[in-house]
């Protein structure tokens, strides 16, 4: 693991530890509920949600995936095993805590999982974040049997690429690089089947500026959610508007792959994605999950870009990494197949050993 990514790990199990003054912990991706200032991003999912429901595919793999908002969608809609990678060990225990998704730990350069161990696999927002993206898409296509979606910021002005500076020392948003549509595509492969995707389109950020400042203020008007959703759904399409996120989607499926997913009809699906994004996921993981708010105790709690930081996880409630997990874990050294020790992942080829903590494979040294 380069500098970089060390100082990248660092302020992401902080990021991960974040809690209020009552000790609730703040979560970066929407799992409590829909929030105001999250409709831009709610914009980008509905974006990624429209591509998957026109696919055949069973398994899901979200690296960089944080507290696994976009697993446990995947698993609730479409019925698929899924799991998720991060560099934090903090947000895979979170997934578990809040999503009860299993996962794992990885460096994006070097994912420790099996040749095409998954048929979707997704890598949003967190390209930007790594020091040599092609490496780690070169990675994503390894591990992806059908799909891969790679999902990115894009800058809005040449004002904003003239200014940027990378973050190496992790003060701001740990971005090292940033994109425009062109320079996305140029580090995507030559030969792959690639189509693009936009969301987030310039009257939609004038509209969600307008409304945080007005009626966002007073609470969730979701109607005017769904509108604004369905505005950015119908100009992104338009090459006009200057996008701020893309999605490539690369297909690496060969001609004789069944591809179309039958069980969702095309009438009514883009109100069906609104309504599980701003509704029913959260009544589903309240009725199947008893999912509830985490908290956690601030006696003795750090101080970190004006929150309260948890220093240190809780006790470990899982002893041992889960079957299904070993079943597609692979050594980061040789990608080889692994085996379970005693708080142990072993290498059954080259002899590597990697711990384990509260049934998260730490799959890095």
């Given at each position: 693991?380069?500098?970089?990514?060390?100082?990248s790990?660092q302020?992401q199990?902080y990021l991960?530890?974040r809690?209020d003054?009552?000790?609730f912990y703040l979560p970066?991706q929407a799992?409590y509920?829909?929030a105001?200032y999250?409709?831009?991003?709610?914009?980008?999912i509905?974006?990624?949600?429209?591509?998957l429901d026109?696919?055949?595919?069973?398994s899901?793999?979200?690296v960089?995936?944080?507290e696994?908002?976009?697993?446990?969608?995947?698993?609730v809609?479409?019925?698929a095993e899924?799991?998720?990678?991060d560099?934090?060990?903090p947000?895979?225990?979170?997934?578990?805590e809040?999503?009860?998704i299993e996962?794992?730990?990885?460096?994006a350069?070097?994912i420790p999982?099996?040749?095409?161990?998954?048929?979707v696999?997704l890598?949003n927002?967190?390209?930007e974040?790594?020091?040599?993206?092609q490496?780690a898409?070169s990675?994503l296509?390894?591990v992806?049997?059908?799909?891969?979606?790679?999902?990115?910021?894009?800058?809005?002005?040449k004002?904003?690429?003239?200014?940027f500076?990378p973050?190496l020392?992790?003060?701001?948003?740990?971005?090292?690089?940033i994109f425009t549509?062109?320079?996305?595509r140029?580090?995507?492969?030559?030969?792959?089947k690639?189509?693009?995707?936009?969301?987030?389109?310039l009257?939609?950020?004038?509209m969600?500026?307008?409304y945080?400042?007005?009626?966002g203020?007073i609470?969730?008007?979701?109607?005017?959610?769904?509108?604004m959703?369905?505005?950015?759904?119908i100009?992104?399409?338009?090459?006009?508007q200057?996008?701020?996120?893309a999605f490539?989607?690369?297909?690496?499926?060969?001609a004789n792959t069944?591809?179309?997913?039958t069980?969702?009809?095309?009438?009514g699906?883009?109100?069906?994605?609104s309504?599980l994004?701003?509704k029913?996921?959260?009544k589903i993981n309240?009725d199947?999950?008893?999912a509830?708010?985490?908290?956690w105790?601030?006696?003795g709690s750090l101080n970190?870009?004006?929150?309260f930081?948890k220093?240190?996880?809780?006790?470990a409630t899982?002893?041992?990494?889960?079957?299904y997990?070993?079943?597609?874990?692979?050594?980061?050294k040789c990608?080889s197949g692994?085996?379970?020790?005693?708080?142990?992942?072993?290498c059954?080829v080259?002899?590597?050993s990697y711990?384990?903590?509260?049934g998260?494979?730490?799959?890095y040294?």
């Amino acid at each position: 693991m380069d500098q970089w990514t060390q100082t990248s790990k660092q302020a992401q199990d902080y990021l991960f530890r974040r809690m209020d003054k009552n000790g609730f912990y703040l979560p970066h991706q929407a799992i409590y509920g829909f929030a105001t200032y999250r409709i831009l991003q709610f914009c980008e999912i509905q974006t990624f949600l429209s591509s998957l429901d026109d696919l055949n595919f069973d398994s899901f793999l979200d690296v960089g995936c944080a507290e696994g908002f976009y697993p446990r969608l995947v698993q609730v809609r479409y019925g698929a095993e899924v799991s998720g990678m991060d560099l934090s060990v903090p947000a895979v225990r979170r997934m578990w805590e809040y999503n009860r998704i299993e996962g794992i730990c990885g460096d994006a350069h070097n994912i420790p999982v099996k040749d095409k161990a998954f048929d979707v696999v997704l890598c949003n927002d967190m390209v930007e974040h790594v020091t040599e993206p092609q490496k780690a898409i070169s990675e994503l296509m390894r591990v992806a049997k059908k799909h891969l979606f790679i999902g990115v910021p894009l800058a809005f002005s040449k004002n904003e690429i003239k200014e940027f500076k990378p973050d190496l020392n992790a003060e701001r948003d740990q971005h090292v690089h940033i994109f425009t549509p062109e320079s996305f595509r140029q580090i995507l492969p030559k030969d792959a089947k690639i189509t693009m995707r936009y969301s987030r389109s310039l009257p939609v950020l004038l509209m969600n500026a307008a409304y945080k400042r007005s009626l966002g203020k007073i609470g969730n008007f979701l109607p005017l959610v769904e509108l604004m959703m369905k505005i950015d759904r119908i100009l992104s399409k338009n090459g006009t508007q200057r996008p701020t996120h893309a999605f490539a989607h690369l297909d690496l499926t060969d001609a004789n792959t069944p591809n179309k997913r039958t069980e969702i009809s095309g009438k009514g699906r883009q109100s069906q994605i609104s309504k599980l994004l701003l509704k029913d996921i959260y009544k589903i993981n309240r009725d199947e999950l008893n999912a509830e708010p985490i908290r956690w105790e601030t006696e003795g709690s750090l101080n970190w870009r004006g929150y309260f930081i948890k220093p240190s996880e809780s006790p470990a409630t899982r002893m041992e990494v889960s079957e299904y997990i070993i079943s597609f874990l692979a050594c980061p050294k040789c990608k080889s197949g692994v085996i379970q020790g005693n708080n142990t992942i072993l290498c059954s080829v080259c002899g590597s050993s990697y711990s384990s903590w509260d049934g998260i494979p730490i799959m890095y040294k």
